[in-house]
Every structure is written in structure tokens, then in C-alpha cells.
């Protein structure tokens, strides 16, 4: 029996609300760390299919993979103990040689995977070309609490240049939990390390984590969507509470961002597309790690009536908003937010909730000038949309002039003015002729 096609109005509006993502991301560096489980589990076959989609819309990706589970079965086979000291595996000569039978078996499938053509897939004309090589100079980790942890080594030095090279030729770069020394000696390094060390050196626009849990958590089992490097590092103060997964990934995410990469994902490696749904949707699937940012979205107060005024005065002049005056403002100031960048405000917006009609009305959405493709439009009514959801309406509409195209790429559809709220169709402005916008959720 055929599947049922996707209805073409929900498939336009779902790929016009992607085309932002789009656009941010062609040309952007992206580290993808994930374990070897993703490949013991058969997963990897979903994640690359997910790639190639990256890939092909102009993402640099560097992927990084570990090799623990094949490790172990390796030293299973060889009738060998593993050894770990305060939580890190002790690499002796004997175990040496099994993690790199290991490490080499599972790169080579990754390879072939990512090599994959077929049609009627994902894979099918997919141009993957994967680049391998030195590029991770490593260093013995020494003597810690009196062990010799012998050839576990550490990140000495991240070969950008040469990883750069690749990535210029459209080439995605694989990197192993191998680090090679200048005496020619190979190191056991971890994936975490690797992933991290190479997205800072890389100055990369994002780094994600595949793990075993959704994300971050608070107290109360609730996924923590987004979190900024100050709220981390209260999480992991809380060492007593926090899974395995985030104890060891979450100091990356804080680590990377303090050191310039723009955003680090925690997201689940069970849940299929797991990246795309993280990165191409307004609230993700995981967790998302900024460090602090200048941007402040925050409720208005009477004392911004001025600043909102001086914002929202071009945008009146050239007939794109309805004139509001200083006292109808400070009436409603408590129906406004605003966007603060460094203290000064830049964007707001205005809801009117309908209760009635399980509706509101989205107003004044503005961003100064200077400020504009630079998705901060998107933030506002991301905000102005969880804000109606928490009134309990199911629907945002709109009335425009100018604006048109922006709200219909965002999922709103055009709608007849009789259906607007009883007490909003009698103030209808038929001279203004705006045309009404609804998005449901």
C-alpha cells in the first residue's frame, strides 16, 4: 500500500520555515562527535543519511568518532583486562594494538558507509568524499596520582591548516580518538577531547555531541532546551544528579564556548534525525550550550516606552505600522517585550491575547534596521508564539501591509478577515486594507 503523501500546503510551509536555517548554515564549520556505539548499534546508516543532507547544502563537517564497545570486545577476544585509572583507560602496549585494530575497523566502516550511493536512499547521488590523515599531534598523558597511564595520551596540537585544506575541497574530514607524536608513537586519546580541541582550534560555528540521553536535565527530569555557560556550570555543580553522558560531555560544551565556538548541542543518538530536528526546528530536541550572550529578551517595563517609541517611529512613517501614541503605549506596555543588545533596545514586539477565540494578535514586531537578518525577527516570534501556548490559545495571527512574505515563509497562511476575533474584526481598518496571517500550533 503506497504511503500516504504529505499534504503540499504543510510540506511548502515546513520548507520555507527551514530556508532560514539554510542560508545560516552554507559555508558554516560543523564538529559532529559521536561513539562507537552509533556504529555496534547500526545506527550510523540513519546519521548518514543526515550528513550527506548537511553536506550538501554547503556545511564543512569534521566528524569524530570513538571506538569504546569495539575496544572491549577487542581485549575480550585477546583475553585481556581493562584497566582504568580515576576513569581513564591505562593504554599498555598490548591494549595499544587492540584499540587500534579497533579504531582502524570502525573507521574503515564509517568510510564505506559514508561511501554509500544507493538509489532510491537518502545516499543516492551523494558526492561524499572523506579525508583522513595526521592531523591530531598527541602527547602521553604521564604519571597522575603516581600511574604511568603509558600510551594515554592527550590533544598536543590540532593540524588546522591541513583540515582547512580538506574542507576547502568539499571534502568532510574523520577524525579517530588517535593522536600521533613527532617520535613517531601512536596515542589512545578520547573522542570528547578530540571533538573539543579540534572545534576550538577550528573556531567552529557549532559542535554536537551524540549521546545517550536527550540532553541536559534539570532536578525535575525537564529537558533544558537552552542553557548559557553560567547555567552549565551550575549543573555540574550538582555533581550528585548528573548521568554519565552529561558529567562528561557538558565540561566540552562550557570548555568550546568560553573558547569562541558559537553553539555546542548535547542531543540524543537514539532518536532518528536527531540532528536535523535539532538544528532545522525553532526549539530543537536537545540541548543547546551559548556562552553568555549580549542579547536580553525580556518583558517591558514603562521605563522602556521611550526606546520602543524611537523604534517603532520610521516603521509608522512609511505606513508599516499603525501609529501608537506615548499614552496608549504606557497603557499597554504590559502586552510588550522588548530585545535589549548590550543595554540598548533593538527589537520588540506586542501580544493581544483573544481568550474567547483561543487566539492573540501579534503587533508591533520590530527590529531596529541595523539589526535585521541576523534572525532576531525569528527570536521575537519564537518568544511571542510560547507565550500565547502558555495562555493556553492554539493560534497567532497577524495584520500587514508590507510584511507579507516574511510571516507566510514562517507558517502562517492567509485568512479571511471575518474569521479575526469578534471584538478585533469591529476595529478592522478597511481603509488600511491589511491582510490577515494565521498560524496555528
Given at each position: 500500500?503506497?504511503?500516504?503523501?504529505?499534504?503540499?500546503?504543510?510540506?511548502?510551509?515546513?520548507?520555507?520555515?527551514?530556508?532560514?536555517?539554510?542560508?545560516?548554515?552554507?559555508?558554516r564549520?560543523?564538529?559532529?562527535?559521536?561513539?562507537?556505539?552509533?556504529?555496534?548499534?547500526?545506527?550510523?546508516?540513519?546519521?548518514?543519511?543526515?550528513?550527506?543532507?548537511?553536506?550538501?547544502?554547503?556545511?564543512?563537517?569534521?566528524?569524530?568518532?570513538?571506538?569504546?564497545?569495539?575496544?572491549?570486545?577487542?581485549?575480550?577476544?585477546?583475553?585481556?583486562?581493562?584497566?582504568?585509572?580515576?576513569?581513564?583507560?591505562?593504554?599498555?602496549?598490548?591494549?595499544?594494538?587492540?584499540?587500534?585494530?579497533?579504531?582502524?575497523?570502525?573507521?574503515?566502516?564509517?568510510?564505506?558507509l559514508?561511501?554509500?550511493g544507493?538509489?532510491?536512499?537518502?545516499?543516492?547521488?551523494?558526492?561524499?568524499?572523506?579525508?583522513?590523515?595526521?592531523?591530531?599531534?598527541?602527547?602521553?598523558?604521564g604519571?597522575?596520582?603516581?600511574?604511568?597511564?603509558?600510551y594515554?595520551g592527550?590533544?598536543?596540537?590540532?593540524?588546522?591548516?591541513?583540515?582547512?585544506?580538506?574542507?576547502?575541497?568539499?571534502?568532510?574530514?574523520?577524525?579517530?580518538?588517535?593522536g600521533?607524536?613527532p617520535?613517531?608513537?601512536?596515542?589512545?586519546l578520547?573522542?570528547?577531547?578530540?571533538a573539543?580541541r579540534?572545534?576550538?582550534?577550528?573556531?567552529?560555528d557549532?559542535?554536537?555531541?551524540?549521546m545517550?540521553?536527550?540532553?541536559?536535565?534539570?532536578?525535575?527530569?525537564?529537558?533544558?532546551?537552552?542553557?548559557?555557560?553560567?547555567?552549565?556550570?551550575?549543573?555540574?555543580?550538582?555533581?550528585?544528579?548528573?548521568?554519565?553522558?552529561?558529567?562528561?560531555?557538558?565540561?566540552c560544551?562550557?570548555?568550546?564556548?568560553?573558547?569562541?565556538?558559537?553553539?555546542?548541542?548535547l542531543?540524543?543518538?537514539?532518536?532518528?534525525?536527531?540532528?536535523?530536528?535539532?538544528?532545522?526546528?525553532?526549539?530543537?530536541?536537545?540541548?543547546?550550550?551559548?556562552?553568555?550572550?549580549?542579547?536580553?529578551?525580556?518583558?517591558?517595563t514603562?521605563?522602556?516606552?521611550g526606546?520602543?517609541?524611537?523604534?517603532?517611529?520610521?516603521?509608522?512613517?512609511?505606513?508599516i505600522?499603525?501609529?501608537?501614541?506615548?499614552e496608549?503605549?504606557?497603557?499597554?506596555?504590559?502586552?510588550?517585550?522588548?530585545?535589549?543588545?548590550?543595554?540598548?533596545?533593538?527589537?520588540?514586539?506586542?501580544?493581544?491575547?483573544?481568550?474567547?477565540?483561543?487566539?492573540?494578535?501579534?503587533?508591533?514586531?520590530?527590529?531596529?534596521?541595523?539589526?535585521?537578518?541576523?534572525?532576531?525577527?525569528?527570536?521575537?516570534?519564537?518568544?511571542m508564539?510560547?507565550?500565547?501556548?502558555?495562555?493556553?490559545?492554539?493560534?497567532?495571527?497577524?495584520?500587514?501591509?508590507?510584511?507579507?512574505?516574511?510571516?507566510?515563509?514562517?507558517?502562517f497562511?492567509?485568512?479571511?478577515?471575518?474569521?479575526?476575533?469578534?471584538?478585533?474584526?469591529?476595529?478592522?481598518?478597511?481603509?488600511?486594507?491589511?491582510?490577515?496571517?494565521?498560524r496555528?500550533?
Amino acid at each position: 500500500m503506497p504511503h500516504s503523501p504529505v499534504p503540499s500546503a504543510e510540506f511548502v510551509a515546513w520548507f520555507r520555515s527551514v530556508a532560514p536555517y539554510i542560508h545560516a548554515f552554507r559555508g558554516r564549520t560543523f564538529v559532529v562527535a559521536f561513539g562507537g556505539e552509533v556504529v555496534a548499534d547500526g545506527k550510523f546508516i540513519e546519521l548518514t543519511h543526515d550528513l550527506n543532507l548537511l553536506s550538501s547544502l554547503g556545511v564543512r563537517l569534521v566528524l569524530v568518532h570513538g571506538a569504546r564497545p569495539q575496544i572491549e570486545r577487542h581485549l575480550i577476544r585477546n583475553n585481556l583486562d581493562g584497566h582504568y585509572h580515576h576513569g581513564i583507560r591505562l593504554t599498555d602496549s598490548e591494549t595499544m594494538q587492540c584499540v587500534k585494530e579497533a579504531v582502524g575497523r570502525v573507521r574503515v566502516e564509517i568510510e564505506a558507509l559514508l561511501s554509500m550511493g544507493l538509489a532510491n536512499s537518502p545516499m543516492a547521488n551523494a558526492d561524499i568524499r572523506v579525508a583522513g590523515g595526521n592531523f591530531i599531534t598527541a602527547q602521553p598523558m604521564g604519571v597522575i596520582h603516581g600511574v604511568d597511564l603509558l600510551y594515554t595520551g592527550s590533544v598536543r596540537k590540532v593540524d588546522v591548516v591541513a583540515i582547512k585544506d580538506r574542507l576547502d575541497r568539499n571534502e568532510v574530514v574523520l577524525l579517530s580518538p588517535l593522536g600521533y607524536s613527532p617520535t613517531g608513537e601512536v596515542f589512545n586519546l578520547t573522542l570528547e577531547e578530540v571533538a573539543t580541541r579540534t572545534a576550538i582550534a577550528l573556531d567552529a560555528d557549532k559542535l554536537i555531541f551524540l549521546m545517550e540521553m536527550e540532553g541536559v536535565q534539570d532536578a525535575q527530569g525537564n529537558l533544558l532546551r537552552e542553557l548559557t555557560v553560567a547555567d552549565a556550570r551550575t549543573i555540574l555543580s550538582e555533581k550528585d544528579r548528573l548521568s554519565e553522558d552529561v558529567a562528561l560531555f557538558l565540561p566540552c560544551a562550557v570548555l568550546a564556548c568560553e573558547a569562541g565556538v558559537a553553539r555546542t548541542h548535547l542531543v540524543s543518538r537514539h532518536v532518528d534525525g536527531s540532528i536535523l530536528q535539532e538544528l532545522f526546528s525553532d526549539i530543537g530536541i536537545g540541548s543547546m550550550v551559548v556562552e553568555s550572550p549580549l542579547n536580553t529578551l525580556r518583558d517591558a517595563t514603562i521605563d522602556d516606552v521611550g526606546g520602543i517609541l524611537q523604534l517603532l517611529q520610521p516603521l509608522e512613517v512609511e505606513g508599516i505600522l499603525v501609529r501608537r501614541g506615548r499614552e496608549r503605549l504606557e497603557r499597554e506596555i504590559e502586552r510588550f517585550v522588548v530585545l535589549e543588545h548590550d543595554h540598548r533596545i533593538i527589537g520588540c514586539a506586542a501580544l493581544y491575547p483573544f481568550f474567547e477565540e483561543q487566539a492573540a494578535e501579534l503587533a508591533c514586531l520590530a527590529v531596529q534596521i541595523n539589526y535585521r537578518k541576523q534572525g532576531y525577527g525569528d527570536l521575537l516570534l519564537k518568544h511571542m508564539i510560547a507565550k500565547a501556548q502558555e495562555k493556553g490559545l492554539n493560534r497567532l495571527f497577524v495584520l500587514t501591509t508590507r510584511t507579507a512574505h516574511w510571516f507566510i515563509e514562517r507558517g502562517f497562511k492567509e485568512m479571511d478577515i471575518n474569521e479575526l476575533p469578534s471584538q478585533k474584526k469591529m476595529l478592522y481598518n478597511f481603509q488600511r486594507r491589511s491582510k490577515v496571517f494565521v498560524r496555528k500550533f
